[in-house]
């Protein structure tokens, strides 16, 4: 007796075709990662005498002492390219993503309180210690990663990230993604970690004298 033709499995390869090709295409697109080409070189941040180190800093130290040790061996600058470069990027956007934006008093009770975000909230300082924790975890040299202190675009004081480069202080902050040479931020920059010792310095020699970036922060 002959054979009826198959004609299902036909059908059946067709139907696993489309159905495969209608997933592609309704996933998700890929993220793709953001490219900025390497700044262009500007000056440093000027900075000299010691100074009176944050009173939040000091009660953290005391707790992550490891944290705030200066490890004169490593290097001052980091040496920019680009896939380091868009590293750095990477770790501040992800950081600003991630945190949950609350003052200490609302989130601990306490007007000063300086501390990791493991919690997934925090202020201004927070967002820097994760930044400088994730980037020193990369490889990168914590004795160029500087908490930094400056008054913002409303008087206010705010706390930063300056990392030193070999092309320029450049600034990560949590009001932004991108990051920016220290004169072009808006700020007044009062003081920032020392790399040759445990401690600060303040800017322009003193604190009443502090170095003023020139340019209006963006929008």
Same mark, same amino acid.
């Given at each position: 007796?002959?054979?009826?033709?198959?004609?299902?499995?036909?059908?059946?390869?067709? +139907?696993a075709?489309?159905?495969?090709?209608?997933?592609?295409?309704a &996933?998700?697109?890929?993220?793709?990662?953001?490219?900025?080409?390497l700044?262009?070189?500007?000056?440093?941040?000027?900075?000299?005498?010691r100074?009176?180190?944050?009173i939040g800093? /000091? @009660?953290?130290? #005391?707790?992550?002492?490891?944290?705030?040790?200066?490890?004169? =061996?490593e290097?001052? #600058?980091?040496?920019?390219?680009?896939?380091?470069?868009?590293?750095?990027?990477?770790?501040?956007?992800? /950081?600003?993503?991630?945190?949950r934006?609350?003052?200490?008093?609302?989130?601990?009770? +306490?007007i000063e309180?300086?501390?990791?975000p493991? @919690?997934?909230?925090?202020?201004?300082? @927070?967002?820097?210690?994760? #930044?400088?924790?994730?980037?020193?975890a990369?490889?990168?040299?914590?004795?160029?990663?500087?908490?930094?202190? /400056?008054?913002?675009?409303?008087?206010?004081?705010? &706390? /930063? +990230?300056?990392?030193?480069?070999?092309?320029?202080?450049?600034?990560?902050?949590? #009001?932004?993604?991108?990051?920016?040479?220290?004169?072009?931020?808006?700020?007044?920059?009062?003081?920032?970690?020392?790399?040759?010792?445990? =401690?600060?310095?303040?800017?322009? =020699?003193?604190?009443?004298n502090?170095?003023?970036a020139? +340019?209006?922060?963006?929008?």
């Amino acid at each position: 007796m002959n054979r009826r033709p198959d004609r299902a499995r036909p059908r059946s390869l067709q +139907l696993a075709i489309a159905t495969i090709l209608a997933s592609l295409i309704a &996933a998700p697109a890929l993220p793709i990662e953001r490219h900025v080409s390497l700044p262009p070189a500007s000056n440093p941040a000027p900075a000299a005498e010691r100074t009176r180190p944050p009173i939040g800093w /000091v @009660d953290f130290c #005391k707790r992550h002492p490891a944290e705030c040790t200066t490890d004169i =061996g490593e290097p001052a #600058k980091i040496m920019l390219f680009q896939a380091r470069w868009d590293e750095i990027g990477t770790v501040n956007r992800r /950081v600003n993503a991630q945190i949950r934006p609350m003052p200490d008093i609302e989130h601990w009770g +306490l007007i000063e309180s300086w501390d990791f975000p493991d @919690d997934g909230i925090g202020d201004c300082e @927070d967002y820097v210690l994760e #930044k400088r924790r994730q980037l020193a975890a990369a490889g990168l040299p914590r004795r160029a990663l500087l908490i930094t202190v /400056v008054l913002d675009e409303a008087n206010a004081g705010h &706390a /930063v +990230l300056m990392v030193r480069t070999d092309r320029g202080d450049f600034v990560l902050d949590n #009001k932004r993604d991108a990051i920016l040479p220290w004169r072009a931020t808006g700020y007044s920059f009062i003081k920032r970690e020392s790399q040759r010792e445990t =401690g600060w310095i303040a800017f322009g =020699g003193q604190e009443d004298n502090a170095a003023t970036a020139t +340019l209006s922060p963006p929008n």
